[in-house]
Every structure is written in structure tokens, then in C-alpha cells.
């Protein structure tokens, strides 16, 4: 196998194939759960296409609370068939999935009443460490604190705030680029995948779905994928996917808004992460590197869907519930990035969205059409099992079950022995230590492709201007090998530096886009662009994060007009 490589060439060879043969299936949405299904539809030997309008995860699945978790608060909903589900699915992406890109993380809950709250939780984590199971490489089982012991590890907590505490394990990711890893994956077990393809409209004979019609938008051209099954994988665009075909869905889909903020490590004197309880849900404190990511809001969202837009009420939320029990508390001048995202919930009757089921449903409202929507980033891969079962069934042929459940992503084989030969591979590159287990972290064993660029270059191995955590070769990587086609990519998707410093990336896109434009061939007037509109739009979204309501800040937000590449000949 390959390592599924997403240059530019790759992407070209991709359209040319999408358009050019009838496959068994073809996958809109290159989310989690469309990466997902393109990788298990490939896997069980089906010929299989994914597409995506923009950029890989650039919706829900790059904005997420960036957890790996069975979620505690599921089980206080007596929902333990969730809980158990997210809890397997854990352990396999930490332990032979995705061991490079998920990874263990602590947590405190801070208990707030004596008496009956430490016996309380202390049940349901038990429950909940239960449920995860025992075996080489589990997590540790949580442990009980007293209110000593807590402030030791979290010495960021009032005293005066908390009775004692609990500590657990769970685990996180970089949305983001794990999403990114299945696309390629796919693509490394023969999918044919092309990001910036909008499927524009559905291929029908009598009343079956027979395939898409889908713009090329890094070209401006128009063609036909014909595929015998085709899956709706769009999540809170399902039901505008639905509409293209003229039928409307057996389930709708409901957005609803969480907004994240992300401060520096040193703002909050911690060893752990931590857990609050609000009134309406829960709070995340996350270790993020050297930040912290503070999450979430859970609000309805009804306006665009593309750049759903944080208010100056959803931070001050936040602030508000974070600085409840902290010993110094956040200001507005220590947050470094805003980010918000929108859950795609299946819709109920009346509730308020943290309380809808995060359940997902499999559904085929056409012949010809699977749609999977629902369910949560932890069990992606169930969904994506789930939804090609429901092709299979489509195809009516002999075809075998899923197997993704043991098929590693690309740079997970090798990495335990990588990692042991970090000091090794630092002597080598003449990279530090620290640096060296930053890219161990973010690339597994595809690593030595990254040190080679440098190797061949050795000005690859500088750090990014205004952005020092990533050296220049991860960009030059970026374009080369992991579909980075615009600096918006880069700077929001590939690495994190649109949250991560304080002014957004607006130091770094320069540089950036010098880079890229190098290896894309961009001309002057388009490198111009893609630094003005990356300006833009963080412009616009600064402006937003001060408006009042949800309405004030979409209208400001929609004022950044996304890039236009440039139409080649």
C-alpha cells in the first residue's frame, strides 16, 4: 500500500478517473463520517469516490471540541449503548487506529457539594472506566482527590470553589487533520478523492439515482460521476443535499452552534485538563499544546452554514463559566483564537439542542441514495460501517463486512518504533528533541518524508514566520502531500496558526502564501489574493466576535468573500 499522497497530480488524476469510469459508490461530504465511508466502502473492495465542496474537514469536523471521549454526561442520560460504542471506538483509535494523532489526556471535575456528589460521580466514572474495559495500553482508572491533592495538580482552581475533586482519562485529536489522514487513507487503498468538487446536481434514470454532477472549482468546469450508490455524508448540509435531489430526507438535521475559545498554556496554572458543570451542560477545559482550547457553547444555528460566526455573548459566556472557579481569572485580551463549529443533530420535536439524542440514523430516502447524518466525531467510524452496510444492501451483490475497525491510517505502522527513536531522528535532522516529537505527533511514520524535505532543503527546517511552532517544511508538506491547495488550508486545517496566535496568522500568510505559491505555480495577482482574502477574513470575523446576536454576526461575517483560485487554462 502507498501512503495515498494528495498532491496536486493525485487530485488532477482523481477528477480525470471520477469522470471517466462508473464506480460502485460515490461519497459526498469530505467530513469525518464522508472520509469515514470512503475509506470503509474501499476497504470491503467496492471502487469508490469522495467529494468535497471545499477544503477536507473544513465544516464540523475541523471544529470540534477535539476529543476522543465516551462522553460522562451521556451516561447521566442513561444512554449506556452510546457510551460503550465511543468508549470501544476510543481505545481502537488510541491503541491501533490513529496511535499518532489520538492520545491520552487527564481531566479534573471538581466536585462543588460534600456529601452525596463524591459517591455520585464516583459511580458513573467507575461505570465509565468499566465500560472502556481492561487490556494492554487502557487508560488508567480515575482516581478520588481530596481538595489538597486537587489544587497541587490544578493549582488554577479558587479553593473556595470546589470540596475535592475526581480525576480521568479520555483522549484527543486534531480533528482536523485526522479527517484530513482518512481522505488520505482512502486515496492510499485506491478511492479516488478530489476536495473543491460541489456536487451541483443528481444523475437520474426513471426514479434511481444514478450518479452526481459536480463543478470543478479549482478549475471552473463541470462533469458527471456515475456510481451505482451514492452516499449523502454532508452533515448539517444534509438536507440542502437532500433538496438537490427534489426529495425530501427521512430524517432532518439540525444545527446547532458551539463555539471554543483558545488562551495561552501559562494563563491557567494547570496539570490536568478540566471539567465544569453548567447549567445547561458542560464545560471543557482542554490542554491544547502550549493552550488551552475552553469549549462549549451549545446553541441553535440557522443562518450560513459555511462560516457559522461566534458572538461577543458566546465568548463572554464562556469567560464567565470558566473564570467561575479560577483563582485568576480570563480576560478578553488572553484569548488567542475563536472558533466556531455546528453539530449536526438529528432533529427533535422541541427540545433545546443539548438535549437531542447524538445518536445518528442511516437512511435511504431514494433508490439509488444512502443518507447517514447524526451521531458524534468519536463514532465516525460506526456511521461510516453503518451507511455502507446500507449500500451494500443497495448493490445487492456479495460483499465483505467492514474492516476498518483493524486497518491502521496511513504513518500509525511504525510509529511506536519511531517515537523510540525520537533522539535518534533529532541527531540526524539536527532538529531538537521537542521539535522532532511536535512532528512525530502530526505525521506518525510518514515523519521521515517530512525530514527528508529538509534534508533536501535545509531552509525547510526554519519555523514559519509569526507562527514558530511549525517549521516551513510542514507547509511545503502541506501542498505536496495532504491537499492543501489554498493558504486558508494551511493556516486553518494543516496546522492551527489561525487560532494559536494572537493575531490570527496575519504574520505568517505572507510567508505562507510565498511558499505555496511556489509549488502551486500560483502568478503574482493570485498570491495577492490569497493573502488579502485570508486578511479579510480574519477582519471579518474579529468584527463578529463583538456583535450582540447570532444575525449581527453572520452579516458581518458573509462580508469576507471566500478565495477564488485561479481559472487555469
Known amino acids: 500500500m502507498h501512503t495515498g499522497t494528495l498532491s496536486p497530480t493525485a487530485r488532477d488524476e482523481a477528477v480525470k478517473a471520477l469522470a471517466g469510469a462508473e464506480l460502485d459508490v460515490v461519497v459526498i461530504g469530505g467530513g469525518v463520517v464522508g472520509a469515514g465511508c470512503a475509506l470503509d466502502a474501499t476497504t470491503r473492495g467496492l471502487s469508490t469516490g469522495l467529494l468535497e465542496m471545499r477544503d477536507w474537514a473544513s465544516g464540523t ?22 457510551v460503550r460504542e465511543a468508549l470501544r471506538e476510543r481505545g481502537l483509535l488510541l491503541h491501533r487506529l490513529a496511535p499518532h494523532l489520538v492520545r491520552p489526556v487527564r481531566f479534573l471535575y471538581p466536585l462543588t457539594r460534600a456529601g452525596w456528589e463524591r459517591p455520585y460521580v464516583g459511580a458513573g466514572v467507575t461505570l465509565y472506566d468499566t465500560m472502556a474495559g481492561r487490556g494492554p495500553g487502557s487508560l488508567p482508572h480515575h482516581r478520588q482527590l481530596s481538595r489538597h491533592q486537587a489544587s497541587r495538580v490544578c493549582p488554577a482552581l479558587r479553593k473556595e470553589s470546589f470540596v475535592g475533586a475526581v480525576q480521568y482519562w479520555d483522549a484527543q485529536v486534531d480533528d482536523a487533520r485526522h479527517t484530513m489522514f482518512l481522505a488520505r487513507t482512502a486515496a492510499a487503498y485506491g478511492a479516488h478523492v478530489a476536495s ?9 434514470e426513471g426514479g434511481r439515482v444514478t450518479g452526481v454532477r459536480v463543478r470543478d472549482l479549482e478549475y471552473d468546469r463541470e462533469f458527471e460521476v456515475r ?102 481569572p480570563l480576560r478578553r485580551d488572553d484569548v488567542e483564537g475563536v472558533y466556531a463549529g455546528l453539530r449536526p443533530l438529528l432533529a427533535g420535536e422541541s427540545e433545546r439542542t443539548s438535549k437531542l439524542s447524538r445518536e445518528h440514523m442511516v437512511a435511504t430516502p431514494v433508490p439509488g441514495v444512502v443518507a447517514v447524518a447524526g451521531g458524534k466525531y468519536t463514532t465516525y467510524r460506526v456511521m461510516a460501517a453503518d451507511a455502507v452496510d446500507a449500500v451494500v444492501h443497495g448493490l445487492g451483490g456479495a460483499v465483505p463486512p467492514s474492516c476498518t475497525d483493524r486497518v491502521p491510517l496511513v504513518g500509525a505502522e511504525g510509529f511506536a518504533a519511531r517515537w523510540n527513536q525520537r533522539m535518534t531522528l533529532a541527531a540526524g535532522s539536527g532538529l531538537p528533541v521537542a521539535r522532532v516529537e511536535h512532528l512525530l505527533n502530526r505525521y506518525g511514520s510518514l515523519v521521515d518524508e517530512v525530514l527528508a524535505l529538509i534534508r533536501a532543503e535545509p531552509s525547510l527546517g526554519e519555523p514559519v514566520v509569526g507562527a514558530e511552532d511549525y517549521l516551513r517544511a510542514e507547509v511545503t508538506y502541506a501542498v505536496l502531500a495532504e491537499g492543501a491547495r489554498h493558504v486558508e488550508d494551511v493556516l486553518t486545517r494543516r496546522t492551527r496558526i489561525s487560532i494559536e496566535t494572537f493575531d490570527r496568522g496575519l504574520t505568517a500568510v505572507g510567508p505562507v502564501a510565498a511558499l505555496m505559491a511556489g509549488l502551486l505555480g500560483w502568478p503574482a495577482e493570485q498570491t495577492d489574493r490569497e493573502v488579502e482574502r485570508y486578511r479579510l477574513r480574519v477582519d471579518a470575523e474579529r468584527a463578529s466576535q463583538d456583535q450582540p ?13 471566500d478565495v477564488v483560485p485561479v481559472v487555469h487554462a
Open 196 to 204: 473543491r468538487s460541489q456536487v451541483v446536481g443528481f444523475l437520474r
Open 227 to 328: 456510481a451505482r450508490q451514492v452516499v449523502n455524508a454532508t452533515g448539517v448540509w444534509t438536507d440542502d443535499t437532500q433538496a438537490l435531489i427534489g426529495e425530501r430526507g427521512q430524517f432532518r438535521v439540525r444545527a446547532s452552534k458551539g463555539v471554543h475559545l483558545v488562551v495561552p498554556r501559562d494563563r491557567i496554572r494547570s496539570t490536568t485538563g478540566i471539567i465544569l458543570r453548567t447549567e445547561t451542560s458542560v464545560l471543557f477545559v482542554i490542554p491544547w499544546g502550549r493552550h488551552w482550547v475552553i469549549g462549549t457553547t451549545d446553541t441553535d444555528w440557522t443562518l450560513d452554514k459555511a462560516h457559522p460566526a461566534a458572538t461577543r455573548g458566546d465568548i463572554d459566556y464562556l469567560l464567565t463559566e470558566v473564570n467561575k472557579v479560577l483563582v485568576t
Open 61 to 82: 469536523s475541523s471544529r470540534s471540541s477535539k476529543l476522543v471521549h465516551g462522553g460522562l454526561r451521556y451516561l447521566e442520560m442513561l444512554d449506556f449503548r452510546l
Open 549 to 561: 446576536d447570532d444575525m449581527a454576526a453572520d452579516l458581518i461575517r458573509l462580508a469576507a468573500p
